[in-house]
C-alpha cells in the first residue's frame, strides 16, 4: 500500500501531532499514551480521523514509546504486543473507512536510552527492543514501519536492522534540534550520504527530517539530505516552533497560516512526504493538503 500510493500520487501527505494532540484531549503529562489504544481506543480514533478528514494520505499509529525500555517507564514493559497491535488496528480501522486509500505507518519511536559506550544498550540489546515492537506492528497490518525522531548511528543501526527481518518497507527521520545537528551530533548530509552508500535493496524506503526546531531548520534539513541522496523520498514532517508557556499551558508559535508556504518550498526543494509534528492541528494539515492541490 505505502509504495503503491507513493508512486501514483507522487507527494503524500502525512498526518500532524498525536501527542501534543492528545495532551489538548486530557492526556495528562507523564501518562503513557500508548494505553489508550486498549483503555480509550475512541479517541485515538478521533484523531486519525481528523488528520485524514483535513487530507492526510498516511497517518502515524499512536505507538511511538511502544517499545520495551520506553513502556517500562511506566511498569508496563510485559504489554509491548497488546499496546502496539491495538494502535495498528485503530489506525486500519479508520483509514478503511476513509472512502479513499491511507496508508497506516507504525510509529517507532526511540528506545530512550543511549548506546554503549555512551549509555548502557549494546547494539543486539537494541535490535532486540526494536524487533519485540516491529513484531506485533507488522502482524496487526501495518504498511510501513515508520521509525522518527532518532538521533545517533547507533541507534540508526540498530532499528534499520530489526526493520530489515520483515517484509514491510521502513521509513526513517531524524531530528536534527541542535544548531542543524541530531543531538548526537548527526549532520542531514550525512544521513544522505549513508542512505546513498547502502546497496539499493538496503536502503530504507524513505528518510528524512521530523520534529526539531520549527519549519525553517526542517526544511534546511530535508533539502541537505535531498541534495546527498538524490534518488531517495524524503520526508519533512516539522514541528511547529519551540513551544511557550502562556495562559497555563504550552503554545506553538508557528500556526496553519505559513503552513502553505511551507508545503510547496518542500516540494521544491525534493520532498515527496510531507507533514507536521509537535503543535501541529488538523487545521495545519489541511493548509498543507490545499497547497498541494493547487501547486
Not at 48 to 61: E, I, M, P, S, Y
Not at 238 to 251: F, K, Q, R
Not at 266 to 272: H, L, W
Amino acid at each position: 500500500m505505502f509504495r503503491e500510493l507513493l508512486e501514483r500520487k507522487g507527494v503524500l501527505v502525512a498526518d500532524g501531532a498525536m501527542g501534543t494532540t492528545l495532551f489538548g484531549m486530557g492526556l495528562e503529562s507523564g501518562d503513557c499514551p500508548e494505553r489508550l489504544n486498549l483503555e480509550q481506543p475512541e479517541m485515538i480514533s478521533e484523531v486519525h480521523r481528523r488528520f485524514v478528514d483535513a487530507g492526510a494520505d498516511l497517518l502515524l499509529t499512536n505507538t511511538f514509546g511502544g517499545n520495551r525500555r520506553r513502556l517500562a517507564l511506566h511498569g508496563l514493559e510485559d504489554r509491548v504486543a497488546e499496546f502496539n497491535r491495538a494502535g495498528v488496528a485503530i489506525g486500519r480501522k479508520v483509514a478503511s473507512d476513509a472512502g479513499r486509500a491511507v496508508a497506516v505507518a507504525a510509529d517507532v519511536g526511540p528506545t530512550g536510552d543511549l548506546f554503549e559506550p555512551l549509555g548502557p544498550l549494546s547494539h543486539g540489546e537494541g535490535v532486540e527492543v526494536f524487533r519485540e515492537q516491529m513484531e506485533a506492528l507488522v502482524e496487526a497490518g501495518a504498511d510501513v514501519l515508520w521509525i522518527e525522531t532518532l538521533s545517533s548511528w547507533e541507534e540508526i543501526a540498530a532499528a534499520t536492522r530489526a526493520a530489515a527481518a520483515f517484509d514491510v518497507p521502513c521509513a526513517v527521520t531524524l531530528s536534527f534540534d541542535t544548531n542543524g545537528r541530531t543531538m548526537m551530533g548527526l549532520r542531514p548530509s550525512e544521513f544522505g550520504q549513508w542512505w546513498a552508500a547502502l546497496p539499493p535493496d538496503g536502503r530504507p524506503a524513505a528518510l528524512g527530517a521530523n520534529c526539531g526546531t520549527g519549519l525553517e531548520e526542517a526544511l534546511e534539513a530535508a533539502a541537505d539530505i535531498v541534495d546527498h541522496a538524490k534518488e531517495a523520498c524524503v520526508i519533512v514532517k516539522s514541528n511547529c516552533g519551540i513551544p511557550v508557556y502562556e495562559g497555563g499551558g504550552l503554545t506553538y508559535p508557528q500556526g496553519p497560516d505559513l503552513m502553505a508556504s511551507y508545503a510547496r518550498r518542500a516540494v521544491e526543494a525534493g520532498c515527496r512526504i510531507i507533514g507536521a509534528c509537535c503543535g501541529s492541528t488538523p487545521l495545519h494539515i489541511r493548509e498543507i493538503r490545499s497547497a498541494l492541490a493547487t501547486s
